[in-house]
């Protein structure tokens, strides 16, 4: 994760919510506007059938208790705003209670098509609708768990696990690639460059391949991995990822697939 945010967090009133401006109102606007179709057409019915159920506001930014209030009805989640950025620490031990972190800014025009840090877009938009399916929520949770076992030294390493699943991750329906990740719904640009860009790699899912796998946050992926059956996903959180994170160290990290040095 990076350690330095361009954006100052938003903090809650008293009564816990976040007085948004109409500029930044009006962000969330034409995000949703832009991007509400293109999930229609590009996300796997997974998404959808959260999106679905979440009826997420067009015109304005939500509030986290309002989501939060539609999550617990369906998996007992909430959403919990945070500042821009959070350790690994604190985001393990708040998937493990079932809360969500959400960075409670939103992106400026000039980052409107690509932000390399998560934003309430993000956050809402891109993350909530998966939390209302029990899947996806209890492997969330799962992650959290895992986290919460690991020394700090290991924390990058389950991240991956995380980043190229819930984040990137994409599967196929009908032999259509769709995707699955909060990263990529909430991304303008890089949704369609997942699903039909010709020169991405996209590579069958595999936990300890995975977890080998380097990545930038500020770029747009290069390679993907895809699952054919969205349920080897939740498999994986039955597993002893601990023993995988060793195994995957002693075979050591593959090539980076992008210039060193700005990594991540």
Same mark, same amino acid.
């Given at each position: 994760?990076?350690?330095?945010?361009?954006y100052?967090?938003?903090?809650?009133?008293?009564?816990?919510?976040?007085?948004?401006?109409?500029?930044?109102?009006?962000?969330?606007?034409?995000l949703?506007?832009?991007?509400?179709p293109?999930?229609?057409?590009?996300?796997?019915?997974?998404?959808?059938?959260?999106?679905?159920k979440?009826?997420?506001?067009?015109?304005?930014?939500p509030?986290?208790a309002?989501?939060?209030?539609?999550?617990g009805?369906?998996?007992?989640w909430k959403?919990?705003?945070?500042?821009?950025?959070?350790?690994?620490?604190?985001?393990?031990?708040?998937?493990? *209670?079932?809360?969500?972190?959400?960075a409670?800014?939103?992106?400026?025009?000039e980052?409107?098509?690509?932000?390399?840090?998560?934003?309430?877009?993000?956050?809402?938009?891109?993350?909530?609708?998966?939390?209302?399916?029990?899947?996806?929520?209890a492997?969330?949770?799962?992650?959290?768990k895992?986290?919460?076992?690991l020394?700090?030294?290991?924390? *990058?390493w389950?991240?991956?696990?995380?980043?190229?699943?819930?984040?990137?991750?994409?599967?196929?329906?009908?032999?259509?690639?769709k995707s699955?990740?909060?990263?990529?719904?909430?991304s303008?640009?890089?949704?369609?460059?997942?699903?039909s860009g010709?020169?991405?790699?996209?590579?069958?899912?595999?936990v300890i391949?995975?977890?080998?796998?380097?990545?930038r946050?500020?770029?747009?992926?290069?390679?993907?991995?895809?699952?054919?059956?969205?349920?080897?996903?939740?498999?994986?959180?039955?597993?002893?990822?601990?023993?995988?994170?060793?195994?995957?160290?002693?075979?050591?990290?593959?090539?980076?697939?992008?210039?060193?040095?700005? *990594?991540?």
């Amino acid at each position: 994760m990076a350690k330095t945010s361009a954006y100052t967090a938003k903090i809650p009133g008293p009564d816990g919510r976040i007085a948004y401006t109409d500029e930044e109102n009006g962000v969330w606007r034409d995000l949703y506007a832009r991007q509400e179709p293109n999930v229609r057409k590009m996300a796997a019915p997974d998404y959808l059938a959260g999106f679905d159920k979440l009826a997420l506001p067009a015109d304005r930014v939500p509030q986290c208790a309002e989501v939060s209030e539609v999550l617990g009805r369906h998996t007992g989640w909430k959403v919990e705003p945070v500042p821009a950025l959070i350790g690994f620490g604190r985001f393990y031990s708040m998937l493990a *209670s079932r809360t969500f972190p959400a960075a409670s800014f939103i992106r400026s025009r000039e980052d409107f098509d690509y932000i390399k840090e998560p934003d309430i877009f993000h956050e809402i938009f891109g993350h909530t609708p998966m939390l209302t399916d029990p899947r996806f929520a209890a492997f969330s949770e799962a992650i959290g768990k895992a986290g919460q076992k690991l020394e700090p030294k290991d924390y *990058s390493w389950l991240i991956r696990l995380y980043w190229f699943t819930i984040e990137f991750g994409l599967t196929k329906v009908d032999g259509v690639y769709k995707s699955l990740g909060s990263g990529l719904a909430s991304s303008p640009t890089e949704l369609p460059h997942s699903v039909s860009g010709p020169n991405v790699i996209r590579r069958p899912f595999d936990v300890i391949d995975i977890l080998r796998t380097p990545y930038r946050i500020d770029i747009h992926q290069p390679l993907y991995y895809v699952l054919e059956n969205v349920d080897d996903l939740f498999k994986a959180a039955e597993r002893d990822l601990a023993a995988d994170i060793r195994k995957a160290q002693s075979l050591g990290l593959f090539a980076p697939l992008y210039p060193v040095e700005k *990594s991540a």
